[in-house]
């Protein structure tokens, strides 16, 4: 009996522990075969190929690679990318190359979502309901520009999957602030010195919780981190019509001002710490949880950062870090991140 992408995909997740390291960081072509990832096939479609000019340990050409991979493996290699301005589309596509392997358009900024729509409609004028549509856009494009846009995608429920990939902030022009910034975080037009340098407090938007107020069918978060999430989630979003979102939080090391080789870590941190849930929701109900299995202080997280430097300097004022821990406590009670059966076995004992 054959195995459908998104049954061996939910199987991985329940038995196999992904923290992408040593041999299990490509695929994880060491497990048995009904378990391994879409990036393990040798033949899968490379949607986004080599030759693109991202930074080096960029979490957004990781993010897209798995994602868009696999909406094609799920929709049989059938899908047209609908693109917004910003790093994705710079550094994949420098005139006149591209590194993309499929139908793909560039918008504007802020229209990504319209275009889609746009783009989906068209398909259904001409009778071509097997090609799937999705769109993608920076936070910037997202939460900001485009909100508007996609705020009309979804209360249409049009048939497009829209995935954000979340760095938070503008880093293609600068790392400037956004609305997915966190409070404190440093950037190009946040406050540098003074009492309370950093982005400031009680701005930015949820963009996830914002599409589930939508009660659109399908919203998640993910995460680059757990790569093999990504995909499930991507194969679970295809297998619904009406409007989809999905939100990944893709480290920029650039952005961030952290060690290239530390993305992953980094956005596995942001998930352990709960300053990022990671959940799925369906018709504006959290369906699922990805319960945290190695609890972290914020401090963890936040340290390794050049942007969050400012927090660990002499003299600088230890409220902000606790105002962040209670960030992070705030999402853990929300959304019931920590359990005893949800921890590793050796946290366990730990705690004993």
């Given at each position: 009996?054959?195995?459908?992408?998104?049954?061996?995909?939910?199987?991985?997740?329940?038995?196999?522990?992904?923290?992408?390291?040593?041999?299990?960081?490509?695929?994880?072509?060491?497990?048995?075969?009904?378990?391994?990832?879409?990036?393990?096939?040798?033949?899968?479609?490379?949607?986004?190929?080599?030759?693109?000019?991202?930074?080096?340990?960029?979490?957004?050409?990781?993010?897209?690679?798995?994602?868009?991979?696999?909406?094609?493996?799920?929709?049989?290699?059938?899908?047209?990318?609908?693109?917004?301005?910003?790093?994705?589309?710079?550094?994949?596509?420098?005139?006149?190359?591209?590194?993309?392997?499929?139908?793909?358009?560039?918008?504007?900024?802020?229209?990504?979502?319209?275009?889609?729509?746009?783009?989906?409609?068209?398909?259904?004028?001409?009778?071509?309901?097997?090609?799937?549509?999705?769109?993608?856009?920076?936070?910037?494009?997202?939460?900001?520009?485009?909100?508007?846009?996609?705020?009309?995608?979804?209360?249409?429920?049009?048939?497009?999957?829209?995935?954000?990939?979340?760095?938070?902030?503008?880093?293609?022009?600068?790392?400037?602030?956004?609305?997915?910034?966190?409070?404190?975080?440093?950037?190009?037009?946040?406050?540098?010195?003074?009492?309370?340098?950093?982005?400031?407090?009680?701005q930015g938007k949820d963009m996830a919780r914002i599409a589930m107020a939508h009660e659109i069918p399908y919203v998640a978060t993910a995460t680059v981190a757990d790569l093999s999430d990504l995909e499930y989630k991507v194969d679970k979003a295809m297998g619904f019509h009406g409007a989809r979102y999905i939100h990944v939080l893709v480290p920029c090391p650039l952005g961030w001002g952290s060690a290239s080789n530390v993305t992953l870590k980094l956005a596995r941190l942001a998930t352990q710490s709960g300053l990022?849930?990671?959940?799925?929701?369906?018709?504006?109900?959290?369906?699922?949880?990805?319960?945290?299995?190695?609890?972290?202080?914020?401090?963890?997280?936040?340290?390794?950062?050049?942007?969050?430097?400012?927090?660990?300097?002499?003299?600088?004022?230890?409220?902000?870090?606790?105002?962040?821990?209670?960030?992070?406590?705030?999402?853990?009670?929300?959304?019931?991140?920590?359990?005893?059966?949800?921890?590793?076995?050796?946290?366990?004992?730990?705690?004993?």
């Open positions: 009996m054959s195995t459908s992408p998104l049954e061996k995909d939910a199987a991985a997740r329940s038995e196999v522990k992904y923290y992408q390291v040593g041999s299990f960081a490509v695929g994880n072509r060491l497990v048995p075969e009904a378990l391994r990832s879409v990036q393990s096939e040798a033949d899968r479609f490379n949607s986004l190929t080599s030759g693109h000019r991202a930074c080096q340990g960029c979490g957004e050409a990781l993010g897209a690679r798995y994602a868009v991979d696999a909406a094609m493996n799920a929709a049989g290699n059938n899908v047209i990318a609908v693109n917004a301005t910003g790093c994705l589309e710079v550094f994949s596509t420098p005139y006149p190359e591209t590194s993309w392997n499929l139908p793909w358009l560039h918008s504007l900024f802020g229209n990504a979502p319209a275009v889609a729509t746009g783009v989906q409609a068209a398909l259904r004028a001409k009778g071509q309901t097997d090609t799937r549509v999705i769109a993608q856009g920076g936070d910037g494009g997202t939460v900001d520009i485009g909100m508007g846009a996609l705020s009309g995608m979804f209360e249409r429920n049009d048939d497009v999957l829209y995935i954000c990939y979340d760095n938070q902030g503008y880093m293609n022009t600068g790392v400037q602030r956004s609305g997915a910034t966190p409070p404190a975080a440093r950037t190009a037009t946040t406050q540098p010195v003074g009492p309370e340098p950093g982005n400031v407090w009680g990022f849930p990671v959940f799925e929701a369906e018709e504006g109900e959290v369906t699922a949880v990805t319960k945290i299995r190695r609890p972290v202080g914020v401090e963890e997280y936040l340290r390794p950062q050049r942007r969050f430097a400012h927090l660990f300097k002499k003299g600088a004022d230890t409220t902000v870090l606790d105002r962040l821990q209670g960030v992070a406590d705030r999402n853990i009670r929300r959304y019931g991140l920590i359990d005893d059966e949800g921890l590793d076995p050796f946290v366990k004992h730990e705690e004993d």
